[in-house]
């Protein structure tokens, strides 16, 4: 069973058309939840940390909020440069020690 | 400040010759280091990790082997390569359990 799902797998916006990604997790005890952008043949950049639900925080036209059973992430009046795959993660609790268990992401495409 | 170097950034092999790929971290002891592989759909999926030189773990028996032989570098390696080892690698970093990994910027393999 996944851990860490994210919806739409896709989403195509016109620049200014505001949406929000979801990122859902059935893991308990919630130690930190990370959302990374990752651009076509690169690696994942980190974008925020949220620890506790309620928690929001921001970056240019991404904000981040997370409640006890998902994350969103809401990018308000887009730009073609917004365009990625966003990824979300969760610490892996039953296994190795330290890893993120991700998301399969939303590739987000944004037309000017 | 830290950083994290993983090359090369593109290979083309055939099939049954032999893989390595680096990944040195530089400004910071003692990392967390990871190994993933990132295929069209499948998202992320966790190959090597260790917590210290020659400690390698992995989550996924397959064609693949890993080593640490110092601190902050980090050998992803095959004797064979098979076609199903084509995709896209990356390196990862962190400071241990609940924290966000730094990415390096990948290698995209494409065994022929």
């Known amino acids: 069973e996944d851990q860490v799902t994210q919806s739409p797998e896709a989403l195509r916006l016109q620049e200014g058309e505001s949406s929000s990604l979801n990122c859902s997790y059935t893991?308990?005890?919630?130690?930190?939840l990370f959302w990374y952008r990752q651009d076509p043949g690169k690696g994942p950049e980190f974008l925020f940390t949220l620890y506790s639900a309620g928690e929001e925080k921001e970056k240019e036209r991404l904000k981040a909020t997370l409640t006890k059973k998902e994350s969103f992430l809401h990018i308000t009046a887009p730009k073609p440069e917004d365009s990625a795959t966003y990824l979300c993660a969760v610490p892996n609790y039953g296994g190795s020690q330290g890893n993120l268990i991700f998301g399969k992401g939303t590739k987000l495409s944004v037309k000017p | 400040s830290q950083t994290i170097h993983q090359w090369p950034a593109t290979l083309v092999q055939p099939v049954g010759s032999p893989l390595s790929l680096e990944c040195t971290v530089e400004?910071?002891?003692?990392?967390?280091l990871y190994w993933y592989r990132q295929a069209a759909g499948r998202g992320l999926q966790l190959l090597f990790y260790?917590?210290?030189?020659?400690?390698i773990s992995s989550e996924v028996p397959q064609n693949l082997s890993a080593s640490r032989p110092q601190d902050r570098q980090f050998i992803l390696s095959s004797k064979k390569l098979l076609l199903s080892d084509s995709g896209f690698y990356l390196c990862?970093?962190?400071?241990?359990?609940?924290?966000?990994?730094?990415f390096g910027s990948g290698t995209r393999l494409t065994v022929v």
């Open positions: 990862a970093w962190n400071r241990g359990p609940n924290y966000g990994y730094t």
């Open positions: 893991v308990s005890g919630l130690r930190g």
């Open positions: 400004g910071t002891s003692n990392p967390n």
């Open positions: 260790s917590v210290g030189i020659g400690q």
